[in-house]
């Protein structure tokens, strides 16, 4: 199959001059008559009841302008699933980032002056940490309501338990029975954040009864939603902007702050920019990813053939659901992993409790996962003493197998990635052991993930000088997956990318788009814009047909103009067509395509399951890390980190590259210094960048990337896949594998810290918290 | 708690910024990067910490990096500081500029004006670092989004060319 190198010639994305110049505006730059500075008062407490609120001596204080809390919002609750969460508390703090009042000041430093006036009375409760003791039957709730709470259809409600879910294939104690070796292993991961550069922001604005918020969201029309839900306003009446991203990584998917904003701005009847401080984007952002506990349990025979396996993996949710049912299903398919495994039976859990709530960080639960089951991986290859490489050979799902859910493979390009990082990362015979000095090793990692389909929409349109405007609903988090659109258009048109404009991110512009999130922009929105550009292509060949006298079906769009196809010489340019069309014909597309159904499956033994119940067209990854180990200290640096994956095709290869750099390096960070520790009061003891360590120029790898083009998407615009997600998923079982090959010893709590990989190497305990989860039982 | 004390009487600074004089009355608890986005309408340099964990702030002040947000103001009276708005412009970009966007090294875009300051100041002190010596000075500047490798190629690519790194404006 085709391979496509980095070699390919960069694109300069569009928005990369006004970046480099400083001249792009993001939602802190903006400015507006009158402009108010918005703070959050939060709880600072993990569990409480809320007694009372006294903002006296917050609004006496001159330059306040609004002090607001529950009482001045309507009376409902939201959520992505459970309808759990009010704007402000109300009643009780379930977190310590529980928003308690908001204050709008002519400074920002007034504003949090008055945030330290508000006397706040509470009566504080005993924090729940452990998400195995809420889930014990007689647990107190943290939600002590919550059978009333609007729910979506597939959740189950059963004590703390916000998503529990099941997937079943085959007979798991048949395949357990015809297993010559069997090995259990618990796992257990930090709380990690998705940590944009730029904090949450919201710059509200009202015009007689209707919004405007500038937000930094990834999902503009799921922050409208929000508005429209907790402030009880038509849709129509909101519209939220998007300026431009500073990062979102999940962090700023789905309804935030945007409604804190719209509510100051109407109290104080002026605009109002509402930002979070960095402790504040760690304590109050409902977004981080889950702390997971997974058992795993798998039945090999001698020959390494994968018989069974069984797994419980429980999700430390937090205090509110957010959106963690897309997690724990993802962590659901990925316990699986890319490998033949004729009985698997898996259950997951997601509890509450009383920390900052959980929910959707880049690839929402594969790490974790798949830093678990890759290093379980390792281990019954050492098991059945085969090389991890061949032990996967053997394993790896391959033309005709069937996934966790019954789904078919055709030509699976899983094997191909893994023989193609081998040959890149020099894994040779020995892993490499002959050639690297001591203290170093090479560590695999594989994985799967969905191109998920989704609606969305676009128009395409040309202007009378010919140049075009791409109008969509998209969100451009930074990847560049916006910025691949002109590529699209163009390439349906036979003109440039550079004479494309794009108008984005505006509610009151584009159709409605899921926003930046599940890696589907590209692959959704493009279709949209294939088939609005589609639109606009069958316009251009009626105008010049008629022009030329050629049918259309002999016509062909190609270097800016219209020509004959056995007649090249005859032809039109399409700047011409466009200026003769000026206010006579329109030269305007809309599409929106239809999202591929997802592979045919099987849930019927499953339960709980939503939205995830397939893959739809799986990328296939594979990673291989070198890491050198200090025995000394536990400290592990990754050297060199290769992945090769499969995008099906590649349209934009400079900007999947750097998803692909960019995400391994995120992936690294969680395997060695990124997660959040609480203290026993169920406080955050490490929210700030000094203690919470995202990697650095300076702990960076050297990446080699590759693509190989696998099997092409099905349902998306020249059969591309989703691209950003994918990334983030192996680097830490690549990591935990090669520190493992290093040091002899494996590290089973995320992330693997100094700390960690030095008491793993000499076979003691890190901390209490390590010792119960690191105990391993192999049978 | 007793109420915070705000009404601080502003105090007069006056700075050249990107070459620019700038005069301004500000209260003296306020940060230099504040100074720069409001009174002096250069927005390129952002807030990413406020704690000068992430270098998102990051300017030359008498052309040496430093974290705006935690300077203040009020030091930086009668210097001369140079922001990203600084180092070129659209129709005349800085050999950096340049680089940065031809090897991809571009994406969210909230790093890059610190990063660039990070990587000018490098280049006016030492022209040929080593990848080392890239990676060690752009270590105080926090992206998210590219794995950094595209950046610390761009660096030394602009140093490998003759005149593509002028020494930063004083």
Sequence with gaps: ?779 | MEPLILAVAPVAVTLTVNRIPVAAAIEPTRSLLSLLRAEAGQTGAKEGCDDSECGACMVLLDGRPVNSCSYLAVQADGRSVTTVEGLGRADRLSGLQQALLEHGGVQCGFCTPGMLISATALLATTPDPSEDEVRQALAGNLCRCTGYQTIVDAVLATAGVAGASPAPPA
């Design chain 1, 1 to 779: 199959m085709a391979t496509q190198e980095q070699a390919q010639p960069e694109a300069i994305r569009p928005d990369g001059v006004e970046k480099v110049t400083g001249a792009a505006r993001y939602v802190a730059d903006l400015a507006r008559p009158g402009l108010l500075h918005g703070r959050l008062l939060l709880a600072g407490v993990a569990h409480a009841r809320l007694l009372g609120i006294d903002t006296t001596a917050a609004r006496a204080l001159p330059g306040v302008l609004a002090v607001v809390t529950q009482d001045d919002v309507p009376d409902v609750r939201y959520g992505a699933f459970v309808q759990d969460r009010t704007l402000f508390a109300r009643g009780t703090i379930r977190f310590e980032g529980e928003v308690v009042a908001a204050v709008a000041a002519v400074s920002a430093e007034i504003a949090e002056a008055a945030c330290l006036l508000i006397r706040v009375e509470l009566e504080e409760l005993a924090p729940l940490l452990d998400p195995e003791a809420a889930l014990v039957d007689g647990a107190p709730l943290v939600h002590p309501g919550w059978e009333s709470y609007e729910a979506g259809p597939t959740v189950v409600r059963r004590g703390n338990d916000c998503a529990a879910m099941t997937s079943v294939k085959g007979d798991v104690e048949g395949g357990f029975a015809e297993a010559d070796i069997v090995v259990r292993e618990r796992y257990a991961t930090d709380m990690t954040h998705a940590a944009p550069i730029e904090p949450h922001l919201a710059l509200a604005e009202w015009q007689g009864d209707a919004v405007t918020v500038w937000s930094s969201t990834q999902a503009p029309f799921g922050a409208r939603a929000g508005v429209a839900r907790t402030l009880q306003l038509a849709e129509s009446k909101v519209r939220v902007v998007v300026p431009t991203l500073g990062g979102g990584f999940g962090g700023k998917c789905d309804f935030h702050f945007e409604a804190h904003a719209a509510v100051l701005a109407r109290a104080a009847g002026r605009p109002v920019l509402l930002q979070l401080s960095r402790r504040q984007e760690f304590l109050a952002t409902d977004k981080t990813r889950h702390p997971i506990a997974i058992d795993l349990e798998t039945g090999v025979r001698n020959d390494g053939t994968i018989t069974a396996r069984r797994a419980r993996i429980v999700l430390d949710g937090g205090a509110y659901t957010s959106d963690s049912l897309y997690s724990t299903e993802l962590a659901l398919m990925t316990a699986a992993g890319p490998y033949r495994i004729p009985n698997f039976h898996a259950t997951s859990h997601t509890a509450y409790t009383t920390r900052t709530p959980a929910g959707s960080v880049r690839a929402p639960g594969g790490p974790q996962l798949c830093w678990a089951v890759e290093q379980h991986t390792d281990v019954l290859a050492e098991r059945v003493g085969l090389d991890p490489v061949e032990f996967r050979r053997r394993n790896l799902v391959t033309d005709g197998d069937t996934g966790p859910t019954g789904q078919l493979f055709r030509n699976p390009a899983a094997v191909e990635c893994l023989e193609r990082a081998v040959a890149l990362a020099g894994w040779g015979d020995d892993g490499g052991a002959a050639r690297l000095p001591d203290g170093e090793a090479l560590g695999v990692a594989c994985s799967w993930w969905p191109s998920v389909p989704a609606p969305s929409g676009a128009y395409v349109k040309l202007n009378a000088d010919g140049s075009g405007t791409i109008i969509t609903g998209a969100q451009e988090n930074g990847s560049g997956a916006v910025m691949a659109l002109p590529l699209l258009a163009a390439r349906e048109l036979g003109m440039q990318p550079g004479q494309f404009s794009v108008l984005h991110q505006d509610t009151a512009a584009g159709p409605w788009d899921m926003g930046s999130q599940g890696s589907q922009t590209t692959i959704n929105n493009g279709r949209a814009v294939v088939a609005a550009a589609a639109e606009v292509r069958e316009q251009l060949l009626a105008l010049a047909s008629d022009l030329l006298d050629v049918a259309p079906a002999d016509l062909e769009l190609a270097a800016g103009v219209v020509r004959a196809k056995d007649a090249p010489s005859r032809s039109v340019v399409i700047a011409a067509l466009a200026a003769r069309a000026h206010g006579g014909e329109l030269l305007l597309g809309s599409g929106s395509g239809t999202p591929p159904p997802l592979p045919e499956h099987d849930l019927s033994a499953c339960s709980g399951r939503g939205f995830f119940g397939a893959f739809g067209s799986p990328s296939f990854t594979c990673h291989i890390s070198r890491v050198r180990v200090d025995r000394e200290t536990g400290v592990a640096r990754v050297l060199e980190h290769t992945a090769v994956h499969d995008y099906g095709f590649v349209v934009n290869p400079a900007g999947a590259r750097g998803q692909v750099e960019g995400g391994s390096l995120q992936g690294i960070g969680l395997a060695l210094s990124e997660g959040t520790s609480y203290g026993p009061d169920g406080r955050q003891l490490n929210p700030q960048l000094l203690d919470y360590k995202l990697q650095t120029a300076a702990d960076a790898p050297r990446f080699r990337v590759a693509f190989v083009e696998g099997s092409l998407a099905e349902g998306t615009p020249h059969g591309m896949k989703g691209v950003g997600e994918p990334p983030v998923v192996p680097p830490a079982g690549a990591v935990g594998n090669a520190i493992a090959r290093a040091t002899g010893a494996r590290v089973r709590r995320l992330p693997m810290t100094p700390e960690r990989v030095w008491a793993a190497a000499n076979g003691i305990a890190a901390d209490a918290a390590t010792a119960s989860t690191d105990s391993v039982a192999e049978a």
